[in-house]
């Protein structure tokens, strides 16, 4: 009996705090938004550092992992296709895929693991050195000086990385599909071409899979670095304090990515 | 100018502060000694909102810090300036950036009259070589030193050195020491240094206290506290009489 109810008061307490920290990161979210207009401009130097922090530095982690996963969506799909006399619809499948799907949640896992890590392990070091509590000594909102550039940068860039890495990625699959299906490539082109413009629904100029691609990659980079940083800022207790909220930040938006990835395909595609 | 009235503050089950009360007024320098953990660095944070109290009053210039909003808040931080143990500056910044930071922050200055401000407190502390560095590349000595010139940058009425001498070997213990002097010797300032180094004590204090379960006691002039009866005084002041051999 102790011990059902010592489990009971575990999993109460997991849970609150779990509560608890989501409601922090929207506050935190919802602070940094409206800290925007007024601190941005005076922020420059900092979001400009953090575009290039969250920009330049995983651009060939992203591109590496594009172009193979191009290459490799082409083998596994692509054999089955040829096995139907269909090899050359491969360039249509690759296309969907990556742009709706594939291309902005792998950039968002990679830029969990690298950018949205270092994050929280950067904030939380400063959390448990007291450098956030000086701050604040300062008359400095650590929101606006920590977080806000950083949802900035990366709902900036991680768009622009999906993209390239979803581009890759097709060149990845029109590669395997030259030399493993033999497709050519004027076909394989002319076919991605095709599939994207005959999308039932065009937002501007912009076909549905690319338009929803580009939504997700927003709404990752906002998760991604709203979770992360209020991971960072919620650390406490040294070295293994950071290390929790390193394994806190990385965790959840893995979970968050994955569920609000479904809503979002869901809302575009039911 | 400060004054803490009746303050309890605890953490789960540890009652740090039981009724924690005292004034400072401009040009005291009290020192607060006392053993690790007992609440020392708590008391600092409540005088700057780091920290509420669970009851009782913190008063800056006659306004209630828990009450103060965000702009009253922010003119209580002008006013008393916060030195931390580590120094806490900020990573990515240089030691100048650093210095410069609560200037720029309030957005009215023109940068020129920063940038003049910078260099004189820099200057005054014999930083402006290290200006360029980065905190990462420079000693612990110094980080200290460009932290007391980013907290004496802001011209503060009140100045709370937390550890000052932390981490310190004793020659730049007692030339930070030298500078909290030089700080405080125009006897416009007031301060507050919490510590447990027993030659600082001595060294900065016109008046030295012992945080004891919660409270202030025994706050006296150095030369009195020096009589002072008291078993946790007694056993620091013989860490002072044979440093290296004090009481585990």
């Known amino acids: 009996m102790g011990s059902l109810t010592e489990t009971l008061e575990r999993q109460g307490h997991a849970l609150r705090e779990t509560i608890d920290h989501a409601g922090f990161a929207v506050g935190i979210f919802v602070r940094a938004v409206r800290r925007l207009p007024a601190d941005a401009f005076h922020r420059r130097r900092f979001i400009l550092d953090q575009l290039y922090v969250c920009g330049i530095s995983p651009l060939p982690v992203v591109a590496i992992v594009g172009l193979f996963t191009g290459m490799i969506l082409a083998l596994q799909v692509g054999i089955e296709l040829a096995d139907l006399g269909q090899a050359e619809s491969i360039s249509n499948m690759i296309g969907v895929i990556l742009f709706r799907e594939m291309g902005p949640f792998m950039t968002a896992m990679i830029l969990t693991a690298s950018v949205g890590s270092a994050m929280a392990a950067e904030i939380g070091t400063m959390a448990v050195s007291e450098e956030i509590d000086a701050l604040e000594c300062l008359s400095i909102d650590p929101v606006s000086f920590l977080v806000m550039p950083r949802v900035v940068a990366l709902c900036i860039m991680t768009p622009l990385l999906s993209f390239v890495g979803c581009v890759l990625g097709c060149i990845g699959g029109g590669i395997v599909a030259k030399t493993q299906l033999s497709v050519q490539p004027s076909i394989y082109v002319r076919n991605l071409l095709t599939s994207l413009e005959s999308s039932p629904q065009q937002f501007g100029p912009l076909p549905e899979e690319i338009f929803t691609g580009l939504v997700k990659s927003v709404v990752f980079g906002l998760l991604v670095s709203t979770i992360s940083c209020a991971a960072g800022l919620k650390a406490e207790g040294g070295a293994i304090g950071v290390g929790r909220a390193v394994r806190t930040a990385v965790v959840r938006c893995f979970l968050m990515l994955i569920i609000i990835g479904y809503y979002i395909s869901w809302a575009f595609f039911r | ?248």
């Open chain 2, 1 to 248: 100018m400060i004054e803490l009235i009746d303050v309890h503050k605890s953490f789960g089950e540890q009652h740090v502060l039981r009724g924690m009360s005292f004034t400072l007024e401009q040009g005291q320098t009290l020192v607060v000694l006392g053993r690790s953990g007992t609440g020392k660095s708590v008391t600092l944070k409540h005088v700057v909102g780091l920290l509420q109290p669970d009851s009782g009053q913190v008063i800056v210039n006659g306004v209630d810090v828990a009450s103060a909003d965000a702009e009253g808040l922010r003119e209580i931080r002008r006013q008393v300036a916060y030195l931390f143990q580590t120094g806490a500056l900020v990573n990515w910044l240089s030691v100048r950036d650093n210095v410069a930071l609560p200037l720029v922050e309030r957005r009215d200055m023109p940068s020129e009259e920063i940038r003049e401000r910078v260099d004189e407190s820099l200057g005054s502390l014999d930083m402006l070589q290290h200006a360029d560095k980065m905190p990462a590349n420079i000693s612990g000595g110094m980080r200290k030193r460009a932290a007391l010139a980013r907290v004496l940058v802001q011209e503060p009425d009140a100045i709370l050195y937390d550890e000052p001498t932390a981490g310190l070997d004793p020659i730049m213990g007692r030339t930070v020491g030298r500078l909290i002097q030089e700080v405080q010797s125009s006897g416009e300032r007031a301060a507050i240094v919490v510590t447990h180094d027993m030659d600082l004590a001595f060294q900065v204090g016109t008046e030295i206290a012992l945080h004891y379960e919660g409270q202030l006691v025994e706050r006296a002039p150095p030369e009195v506290f020096e009589q002072s009866s008291h078993p946790v005084i007694r056993e620091f002041l013989r860490t002072r009489e044979r440093p290296g051999k004090a009481s585990p």
